[in-house]
């Protein structure tokens, strides 16, 4: 079964400095990873995806992540941080086909501050 | 802004009690899935339906249930809840893919409290 680990539940940074937020994940076969950030109150919103093809992804609002297999590693970053950048951040995998087709399994979230 | 509308916003309800939730799919989308997300957890997996059947469910027990109805809308029913219930309900549209690899649009969510 996959699992995924966010190292860091908490994570704060200055505006303007780099962000990162750690996800490393446990898959027996090739995943799709996803990242989603969560705004108080909201829903998810898509942030970006690897499913195939280019290892290093970008997304929306300046942020990118790279699929690096040999660590199983797909850490999201920014390089300069805003103050709307705080939020809570999931990173997501899913394998296909299976008895839990579509199943999504969430990391615990790293909760992101930026202070000025 | 996804595309994808919940109802009601947010609930509360007394624990024996029954509740149903509804969610209404982007256009276009045919397969629903439901997340429960307890607070500061990450969501977690109820089900999936595509073309009105359930063909995915996590684990949960079976007073969680689903319907998708033909415009490809959704409810999600738990019978007898649980204070443990208590949590937002994500619904989450997407177009189905034989390989996996579609993208889940998620609503704003229901607010659930079990009293």
């Known amino acids: 079964a996959q699992s995924v680990t966010q190292l860091g539940s908490h994570v704060s940074v200055s505006e303007g400095a780099l962000v990162l937020l750690r996800c490393n994940y446990s898959?027996?076969?090739?995943?799709?990873l996803f990242w989603y950030v969560q705004y108080p109150n909201q829903g998810l919103q898509l942030l970006l995806k690897?499913?195939?093809?280019?290892?290093l992804v970008k997304g929306i609002n300046g942020f990118e992540a790279e699929f690096k297999k040999s660590e199983t590693s797909f850490h999201l970053t920014k390089p300069s941080a805003h103050m709307s950048d705080a939020a809570e951040y999931f990173c997501?995998?899913?394998?296909?086909?299976?008895?839990?087709?579509?199943?999504?399994?969430f990391g615990q979230g790293t909760i992101l501050t930026v202070h000025p | 802004e996804t595309g994808v509308t919940q109802s009601p916003t947010h609930l509360i309800k007394t624990r024996g009690q029954q509740v149903t939730l509804r969610c209404s799919s982007q256009?276009?989308?045919?397969?629903v899935s439901w997340y429960q997300q307890a607070l500061g957890q990450g969501p977690q997996f109820i089900f999936q339906?595509?073309?009105?059947?359930?063909?995915g469910r996590g684990n949960f027990p079976p007073r969680f249930s689903g319907l998708q109805f033909p415009n490809y809308s959704s409810e999600l029913n738990v019978n007898a809840l649980e204070l443990d219930d208590s949590a937002l309900y994500l619904c989450?549209?997407?177009?189905?893919?034989?390989?996996?690899?579609?993208?889940?649009?998620f609503g704003p969510g229901t607010r659930l409290t079990v009293t």
């Open positions: 989450a549209s997407s177009l189905y893919l034989t390989s996996g690899g579609a993208v889940q649009y």
């Open positions: 898959s027996s076969v090739p995943p799709y």
């Open positions: 690897y499913t195939t093809g280019a290892t």
């Open positions: 997501a995998v899913r394998i296909a086909g299976g008895t839990s087709y579509g199943k999504l399994t």
């Open positions: 256009s276009g989308h045919n397969t």
């Open positions: 339906y595509y073309r009105e059947e359930e063909n």
